[in-house]
């Protein structure tokens, strides 16, 4: 079985270092290796997701901690993955988009923030 050119275990095969199938670690259970878009985490949530703050990952690696989008209005494709989403857009702080159609919604680097108790 080939590896893939730019994975890390080709890499280190390629070094020289060989790693058999008891050294690599499993992945845990329900983990998935790619991420969730948008729709396919409001469809988890009550209420599809309405009213609950959306983050992507991306924006918390580049130090946007305040930006996020608030979903008021979504529509969910058949297979629950797919959809169109509306909402505000808060960026740094400040309210940048009143009502506006959630951008990159199929990107799997979507997260939600829980509402504060």
Request: proline share 8%; net charge positive.
């Given at each position: 079985m080939a590896l893939a050119?730019?994975?890390?275990?080709?890499?280190?095969?390629?070094?020289?270092?060989?790693?058999?199938?008891?050294?690599?670690?499993?992945?845990?259970q329900g983990l998935s290796k790619r991420g969730r878009n948008l729709f396919e985490l409001a469809a988890?949530?009550?209420k599809g997701g309405l009213g609950v703050r959306f983050v992507r990952k991306s924006w918390l690696r580049n130090g946007y901690d305040d930006s996020h989008w608030?979903?008021?209005?979504?529509?969910f494709e058949?297979?629950?993955?797919?959809g169109d989403a509306w909402?505000?857009?808060?960026?740094?702080?400040?309210?940048?988009?009143?009502?506006?159609?959630?951008?990159?919604?199929?990107?799997?680097d979507w997260r939600y923030v829980p509402a504060a108790q």
């Open positions: 050119r730019g994975s890390a275990t080709g890499l280190l095969r390629r070094l020289g270092w060989r790693l058999s199938s008891q050294e690599i670690p499993p992945r845990p988890l949530l009550p608030t979903v008021e209005r979504i529509r058949p297979d629950g993955r797919h909402g505000t857009f808060t960026f740094k702080g400040e309210v940048k988009k009143a009502m506006g159609r959630v951008r990159g919604a199929q990107k799997r």
